[in-house]
């Protein structure tokens, strides 16, 4: 019988290098000032999130924060990537359908209710809530992955020949447009009642569907 002391010791150990821990560490102290201004966002609105404020929240100094977002824009594109992530989480809560008009309305219920669970959100990604902030390629990426659940949808619908229009980004851009407008102006107080703004929206959404699927006679 061997002795376990004369058999070979085998260390299955990841062991990290200085550089991976402190990468790591960075990586998880961006995280948690992301989501203390994705609560101030939340709690109290985009014209609250500063860096002053934040690092309040934090318990830490403002030069912390520029050191992780260099300004207010490099945090403001953060939290448009989260609310992009919550965007696409609203979206992949959607049973799909078969029935790709009723698919379609089941989404765009799934965009009111995000607009309405996640107002300040919205306001950042589509509303110029913070008018420093520019979407620019990566931030524009993050939006399309956002939609990919309509985008899928609209294509496949296309596909069937269910809809006349070849291009699905511009029927989900024309979607797109036409429910923002009704979620902005409600947002921004030009329409005051809820109610009617949800009529307003439903109603935009049936006439979408009878713009773009085709029906028999």
Not at 72 to 82: C, R, S, T, V, W
Not at 92 to 98: C, G, I, M, R
Request: hydrophobic content about 40%; glycine content about 4%.
């Amino acid at each position: 019988m061997n002795n376990p002391s004369d058999m070979p010791f085998t260390d299955n150990r990841t062991v990290k290098t200085y550089q991976e821990t402190r990468l790591q560490h960075t990586e998880n102290l961006r995280q948690n000032v992301v989501e203390a201004a994705a609560s101030i966002l939340q709690e109290h609105g985009p014209e609250a999130v500063t860096v002053r404020r934040v690092a309040e929240k934090m318990e830490c100094s403002t030069k912390i924060i520029y050191n992780l977002f260099n300004n207010k824009e490099g945090l403001a594109k953060q939290l448009f990537l989260e609310g992009c992530k919550l965007l696409a989480k609203s979206f992949d809560s959607v049973p799909k359908q078969a029935d790709l008009e009723k698919y379609l309305r089941d989404l765009s219920e799934a965009y009111w209710s995000f607009g309405q669970s996640y107002t300040s959100y919205y306001m950042l990604m589509f509303g110029g809530a913070f008018s420093e902030f520019k979407p620019e390629e990566e931030s524009l990426k993050a939006t399309i992955t956002a939609l990919q659940q309509v985008i899928n949808m609209i294509a496949e619908a296309i596909e069937l020949e269910l809809i006349a229009e070849k291009d699905p980004i511009l029927v989900v851009h024309v979607v797109w447009a036409s429910l923002h407008g009704v979620i902005h102006l409600y947002l921004g107080g030009h329409i005051q009642s809820e109610a009617m703004a949800k009529i307003l929206y439903d109603r935009t959404v049936s006439n979408l569907i009878q713009t773009f699927f085709r029906h028999a006679s």
